[in-house]
């Protein structure tokens, strides 16, 4: 039975991981390894040994920066992290980061960071179990959170 990781972070202001096990559990049947950390740069660790030590196949790590410039330069050093984790282990580790300043309020802020979630779960399901509905999806402007900026047309 394949394991997914989860990662997030008592920084968030939702619970991210409550929301992704959610997702997963009602659509597969998976093993789920969770561990939460302090915040965004304790990610990329914490995803290496889910990956390492628990022998997860895929990782969500989950994270709110905050909407200072300074988070955002942390952010941008996790993401390195994460990405630099990835390339170690030969493993999908799915980054979902919902910045503080991306809702208009603290109800959009909420909407956005369960939704993106939830739509990251789902591509974890796909790269798992069902990569040819990426490959469909190739193209077509799916974003993860807020309305899908649909494909270009010529």
Not at 32 to 51: E, F, M, S, Y
């Amino acid at each position: 039975m394949p394991t997914i990781g989860i990662a997030d972070t008592t920084f968030a202001r939702y619970n991210m991981g409550r929301a992704a096990i959610d997702e997963i559990q009602k659509n597969v049947s998976v093993q789920i390894k969770r561990v939460t950390v302090p915040g965004i740069k304790d990610l990329p660790v914490a995803a290496k040994k889910l990956i390492e030590e628990e022998g997860c196949d895929i990782v969500m790590a989950l994270g709110m920066p905050g909407g200072k410039q300074k988070d955002k330069m942390c952010a941008h050093e996790a993401s390195q992290g994460l990405i630099m984790a990835q390339l170690m282990t030969n493993t999908h580790i799915i980054e979902v980061f919902v910045h503080e300043d991306e809702g208009k309020d603290e109800k959009e802020l909420a909407f956005l960071m369960d939704r993106r979630t939830r739509e990251h779960a789902l591509n974890v399901i796909k790269l798992l179990f069902k990569p040819e509905k990426l490959v469909r999806e190739a193209g077509t402007g799916q974003r993860q959170g807020f309305e899908d900026a649909g494909p270009l047309r010529m």
